[in-house]
């Protein structure tokens, strides 16, 4: 019986081999049940494809999104794009389109209505900002002109206060010499009391005591000619009776001596303060009607005033006009300076004054950060360094290398050649120095035919070379083998001269690079008569 039971928990605990069969024919069944059902609905899609698929895509996500025709029975909702299944008419599907489509063109329609106002709100927002654009260009010129208002108003304002510090120092030395004359006045008056008290102290002998006029300067006793003569002979004739009324002797004529010689002693008194008095307010006259010209003499030592420094008409400087307009700016300010005798401590002053526009704009910074009194304090060779870091960079400077490295001279314009070549000089001194280099860059762009005769003439100086380019130039011209001065020759292809470039677009930079004016050429033409270069040029093969 125990062994019974056993078996039977046994069996009930663990599945039979039936059990196991019929589990596996359920699942299997179940998996043929769902690729049976995966094979259907793929063939049913492949069959709507290809009874749908001739129309376009467009039309059939139309279809789809209109939910034309409805789903294919009540309770499909499963996501998903699908088309209509079979069956269904033409003419709906159609109807479908044309009401998505009348849809859309109402939906473009109010857009097309939004874009057209966004349009007419976009025009009026831009005529707006053409204005406000005006207004501001107006206001910045405005502001310039405001800027150089203040900074004339700033170097005048230096200036009167120079003048009033000249002001106050003449103020400060007539008052002191009117202290001066009245500690004179005060030692006079000393002088003749101590004289008053010897008199009284020692009684005068017989004839009296005799007044001692070297005890005075003499010219105190010289006339003064701005002191009206009928006062100053009255003075004399009261003196003169006094001095004749004291023949007499004893005590009325010692009383008669005194009064006679303190009279003569205020008087002189009287007439040289008179005389300082008038010095003073000739002097004070003088320095209030001088106006900026400092005032008359002893101011010619501090320099030139910024009227007379304006009257030589120094050039303007706006800041665009690039290195070489900054160069000859400063070679201007620099010859006013030599002429006006300007003091160095005024030259950046004076010179500041002639900024205009982005220039001036420019100074204006460097005075925010310096300070007035920094700034006008500058040296000048401070200031010059200053304007070639800011108009003269490192990017100007190597095109202006470049461009001397290529620097021709065209045709006979041997003038408008050393004009520029002068200005390279001075824009880049490290390609002439030393002299042997300038020498040579000048030589190479001469002709050719001139190359070999400035080579063989040997010439270790500048200007001889220039002369001798000149003289070259010139008996080239009379020959015909150069074209005139101001002609541009045109030869035909296969008869171009030889003094011609062989680049044409070398000609036509050289050309537009010279197209600014040039200084007039200072070196003078040595005489047809010297012994300079005589004779004639090798022919040119044409």
């Not at 589990?23 to 299997?28: D, K, L, N, V």
């Not at 006793?221 to 004399?236: A, M, Q, R, T, V």
């Not at 004749?244 to 005194?258: T, V």
């Not at 620097?407 to 000089?425: A, D, N, P, W």
Request: hydrophobic share 30%; net charge negative; with cysteine.
């Amino acid at each position: 019986m125990a062994n019974n039971d056993s078996t039977g928990r046994n069996a009930d605990r663990l599945p039979t081999t039936d059990d196991m069969a019929t589990e596996s024919r359920r699942r299997i069944d179940d998996i043929v049940v769902q690729v049976d059902a995966e094979m259907d609905r793929r063939a049913r899609d492949a069959t709507r494809a290809r009874y749908w698929g001739w129309l376009p895509a467009i039309l059939q996500s139309w279809i789809v999104e209109e939910r034309v025709p409805p789903y294919r029975y009540p309770g499909d909702t499963a996501p998903g794009h699908r088309l209509p299944p079979f069956g269904v008419p033409m003419e709906q599907a159609f109807a479908a389109h044309v009401a998505c489509t009348r849809r859309e063109v109402w939906k473009t329609r109010g857009l097309s209505e939004e874009v057209r106002t966004l349009h007419e709100k976009n025009d009026r927002l831009e005529r707006q900002n053409d204005r406000l654009e005006k207004r501001n260009n107006i206001l910045e010129a405005q502001m310039e002109t405001l800027r150089l208002q203040v900074s004339q108003l700033m170097t005048q304002h230096g200036q009167v206060v120079d003048v009033v510090q000249e002001h106050d120092v003449r103020i400060t030395e007539n008052r002191t010499d009117i202290t001066e004359t009245q500690a004179m006045v005060q030692a006079s008056d000393a002088m003749l009391n101590a004289w008053a008290a010897q008199f009284i102290e020692e009684p005068p002998q017989e004839d009296g005591p005799e007044f001692e006029a070297e005890d005075l300067e003499e010219e105190d006793f010289d006339e003064d000619p701005n002191e009206d003569p009928e006062e100053d002979d009255d003075d004399g004739d009261a003196a003169s009776d006094i001095s004749h009324n004291m023949s007499g002797r004893g005590a009325n004529a010692l009383r008669l001596k005194r009064k006679a010689e303190k009279a003569r002693i205020n008087m002189m008194v009287e007439r040289r303060f008179n005389r300082m008095l008038a010095e003073y307010e000739a002097n004070k006259h003088a320095s209030e009607t001088s106006g900026t010209n400092n005032g008359s003499q002893g101011n010619n030592s501090k320099g030139c005033s910024f009227k007379s420094f304006l009257n030589c008409h120094p050039h303007k400087f706006k800041g665009t006009e690039g290195a070489v307009g900054m160069l000859r700016w400063v070679e201007k300010v620099e010859s006013v300076f030599a002429m006006c005798d300007c003091a160095e401590e005024n030259k950046v002053k004076y010179a500041t004054g002639t900024l205009e526009g982005p220039a001036l704009t420019w100074w204006n910074t460097h005075v925010q950060t310096l300070g007035l009194d920094g700034a006008n304090s500058m040296s000048w060779a401070d200031f010059t360094r200053l304007l070639q870091d800011e108009y003269c960079p490192r990017d100007e400077i190597r095109k202006l290398e470049t461009e001397f490295w290529v620097h021709k001279m065209v045709g006979s314009e041997i003038e408008q050649y050393c004009t520029r070549f002068h200005e390279l000089c001075k824009l880049c001194p490290a390609m002439v120095t030393p002299e042997y280099k300038k020498i040579e860059q000048f030589i190479s762009g001469l002709p050719e035919q001139f190359q070999s005769i400035a080579m063989a003439s040997d010439i270790t100086t500048i200007q001889p070379l220039i002369r001798l380019a000149h003289k070259l130039t010139n008996q080239a011209v009379a020959q015909g083998k150069l074209p005139k001065r101001g002609e541009h020759v045109k030869p035909q292809e296969n008869q171009k001269r030889k003094w011609e470039p062989s680049h044409p677009q070398t000609h036509q930079s050289q050309q537009q690079q010279r197209s600014a004016p040039a200084r007039a050429f200072t070196a003078t033409q040595p005489d047809d008569k010297g012994k300079g270069f005589e004779k004639p040029l090798p022919t040119m093969q044409k």
